[in-house]
């Protein structure tokens, strides 16, 4: 008899105990849930640039959107490289982003070594949006087109510089293509980000960029800087009655500068489901939709996949750039 009376008492316990750890479970499992601490997005360049305004425009709206603050933090140098490190060795569970572009996948042709595999290391989250550079010069420069220019560095052979925001950076490579189909040798100056480099052509430190129109568009406006051509296959919607540098005479000249995040490799699938539309939200909005038009940035809000296949892609044309030109960093 007093078995029995232990056996249930010990049943009552169990189902009690069951009953009462569900509650608890389901806490858990919500304290848990994705996201419920702040994000932070890591933008590989200096303040000022192309990629660092994009990434300043989403984050309160994306902030928005998951509950949670997304905040911007710059780590530069080394043409990224020092941030994108960074990113690869964090832990990938959604609290550490990155924004990128084209030195992402050129750096990995530039450098003998990098302390990061760039196919490996990184998942793709989404292909943000794209947009033409644009040839500028300080005013000073007596040259008011793509072919006076061209003229005036074969005049000077070796005397002419252009500013970049680093080595294998988006202006550096811009200006090498331009070196190449033009059949001129300007040199590069490497600046440590978009912004500085901008500042020492309109400051007159350096006489010619490939900027991006995101970024130059204010000093241009301003009169600081005078526009040239834009770098696009097709002119750009700042600047309709600009001709692309193909049409102003070099022939099969084409750049265009992509933004896109990214995490670090094994990022749970469905954290990085949730970001990929949480930013394709993002960049509908009205507000976005409209900043993003007047800085002459086209929307593309793509998959995982296909940011994939676009970096696959990024990869093998500007690898031929940089062995065709012989371009490597030390």
């Not at 094994?266 to 539309?277: G, H, I, K, Y």
């Amino acid at each position: 008899m007093m078995r029995r009376k232990t056996i249930k008492s010990m049943t009552a316990w169990m189902a009690v105990s069951l009953l009462s750890l569900t509650p608890l479970s389901q806490a858990h499992a919500q304290e848990n849930a994705y996201p419920n601490n702040p994000i932070r997005l890591v933008v590989t360049f200096s303040p000022g640039g192309s990629v660092d305004i994009i990434a300043r425009l989403i984050g309160p709206k994306l902030s928005e959107l998951l509950g949670q603050p997304v905040v911007v933090e710059n780590r530069s140098g080394a043409s990224g490289i020092i941030g994108t490190d960074a990113v690869a060795k964090s832990k990938p569970d959604g609290y550490t982003l990155m924004m990128h572009t084209i030195p992402f996948v050129a750096n990995q042709h530039l450098y003998k070594s990098l302390p990061y595999d760039t196919s490996s290391d990184f998942t793709p989250v989404s292909l943000i949006a794209a947009s033409p550079s644009v040839l500028v010069v300080n005013p000073s420069l007596p040259v008011h087109s793509v072919k006076e220019l061209i003229d005036l560095v074969k005049s000077k052979p070796g005397e002419l510089d252009y500013a970049t925001a680093g080595a294998g950076t988006n202006p550096h490579i811009a200006g090498e293509l331009f070196n190449s189909l033009a059949n001129i040798e300007m040199s590069p100056v490497h600046y440590r980000g978009g912004g500085p480099a901008l500042t020492a052509v309109w400051g007159g430190e350096v006489p010619i960029m490939f900027t991006n129109v995101s970024e130059s568009a204010p000093v241009i406006k301003a009169g600081k800087l005078r526009a040239l051509a834009v770098t696009g296959s097709e002119r750009s919607k700042v600047y309709p009655d600009m001709p692309t540098v193909a049409e102003a005479g070099v022939e099969g000249y084409e750049f265009s500068t992509w933004h896109g995040m990214l995490a670090p490799a094994d990022t749970p699938e469905e954290v990085v489901t949730l970001l990929n539309e949480k930013l394709t939200e993002v960049l509908r909005t009205p507000e976005i939709a409209k900043r993003f038009d007047e800085m002459g940035l086209s929307i593309i809000a793509s998959t995982p996949s296909e940011f994939a296949d676009h970096l696959a892609k990024e990869s093998k044309k500007w690898g031929q750039v940089i062995k065709d030109r012989n371009i490597t960093v030390e």
